[in-house]
């Protein structure tokens, strides 16, 4: 069994900052925290930002320059920090992880981030 926890989500006014954060805990062998998603009211879930290990980061284009992901396997953390925030980026965000040699998707309970003024 392996939980995500998220937290850092919030209200912020639009060019403002936040970080979200993501710990991992339980049955870790051979799993992997990737990164995060968003999934907006009546949108589907969306990539946003993922970690692939030795330096490889993958972005969604509509936060690229924007946010920035960063994963520390020792903590079994991920975080990532958002700046230049506007309306669009209002979304529930989910930490995402695998075991590897897997495609079974593990989900955190999400953050709620909201942008508005």
């Known amino acids: 069994q392996v939980q995500l926890v998220e937290s850092g989500g919030g209200l912020v006014q639009p060019g403002g900052s936040l970080e979200l954060s993501c710990a991992v805990s339980g049955t870790l062998d051979g799993f992997h925290i990737r990164g995060w998603y968003r999934q907006a009211p009546g949108k589907q879930r969306e990539l946003v930002a993922l970690?692939?290990?030795?330096?490889?980061?993958i972005y969604a284009d509509s936060v690229q320059g924007r946010f920035t992901i960063s994963r520390d396997d020792n903590q079994k953390t991920v975080s990532l920090a958002m700046n230049s925030l506007v309306p669009e980026d209002t979304a529930v965000y989910y930490c995402?992880?695998?075991?590897?040699?897997?495609?079974?998707?593990?989900w955190g309970q999400g953050t709620q981030v909201t942008v508005s003024s």
């Open positions: 970690s692939a290990g030795s330096g490889t980061e």
């Open positions: 995402n992880g695998r075991r590897s040699g897997s495609i079974e998707d593990y």
